[in-house]
């Protein structure tokens, strides 16, 4: 797995979401994520929702605010302390709670969620049946997860980033959903410019970038061209 060890240093975790969410385009796409999410979830109020690496805790503060009650897991704790903080900002520490855990061994029964749901996680997987099957297991009906696309740009620099991470094809996917006895409901693919490449501009620009290549993306060029998509997927 990679970055498991990345995530537990302090200087890490505490630069995390200012060096990638905080300004100009990392905001739009924070924002967008955020959206997508919300959107798959839907509807949120009551649904009983985990969350496998939550690191900060964007998503999951974002579903407690809206009514869901959350669980977060992450194996990092300093990322999970971030997100403790962040809940008690928010004022939903009452119904999100943050564990310690390794995703590959969930410590929930069976059928326990009503959706599970991962994020930038998948990338960083070597095995990542392992994970489905959990997600699955303990889903009574949703799991979502999002994937970084094997033919998009982010494979001309993958490479050339310091862990790399795993792309999928579509019949990777097609493959883990295989493995998790899941079968697809919907699927959005987004982002033809990679969000890494988004961070890098000032607000004005992303912007512009982002309704420029909006037409795109709702095209089948633009779906086979986008660098990540979300799956969204129900338990058989
Ligand atoms: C790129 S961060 C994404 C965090 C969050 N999902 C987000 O989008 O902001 C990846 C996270 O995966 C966590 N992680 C890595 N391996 C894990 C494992 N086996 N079980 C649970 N969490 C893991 C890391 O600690 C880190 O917080």
Redesign the pocket.
């Known amino acids: ?1 990679k ?2 060890k990345w ?1 537990q240093q302090e200087t890490v975790v505490e630069s995390y979401e200012d060096k990638r969410f905080s300004r100009g385009g990392g905001r739009l796409t924070d924002r967008l994520e955020k959206e997508a999410v919300f959107e798959k979830l839907a509807p949120i109020e009551d649904k009983k929702v985990l969350e ?5 805790g ?2 999951s503060v974002m579903l407690a605010e809206q009514g869901a009650d959350v669980v977060g ?4 704790a300093p ?1 999970l302390g971030e997100g403790r903080a962040k809940a008690q900002r928010a004022g939903v520490d009452d119904h999100l709670k943050f564990m310690r ?4 061994r969930l410590p929930f029964p069976d059928d326990h969620f009503d959706a599970v749901f ?4 998948f990338h ?1 997987a070597d095995s990542p049946e392992e994970y489905i099957r959990e997600m699955a297991r303990v889903s009574n009906e949703q799991v979502v997860f999002e994937t970084y696309n094997r033919f998009s740009g982010r494979a001309l620099y993958n490479w050339a980033l310091p862990m790399g991470s795993r792309l999928y094809s579509r019949r990777e996917v097609e493959t883990l959903l295989d493995a998790g006895q899941l079968y697809l409901v919907d699927e959005t693919h987004e982002f033809v410019v990679p969000f890494g490449l988004y961070r890098k501009l000032p607000g004005g620009v992303a912007k512009a970038f982002r309704s420029a290549e909006r037409g795109l993306d709702r095209t089948p060029l633009g779906d086979k061209l986008a660098s990540i998509s979300y799956w969204d997927a129900a338990v058989e």
């Open positions: 797995m970055g498991q995530y496998i690496a939550c690191g900060t964007r998503f897991l992450d194996i990092s990322m855990g390794d995703a590959a991962a994020i930038r996680f960083l």
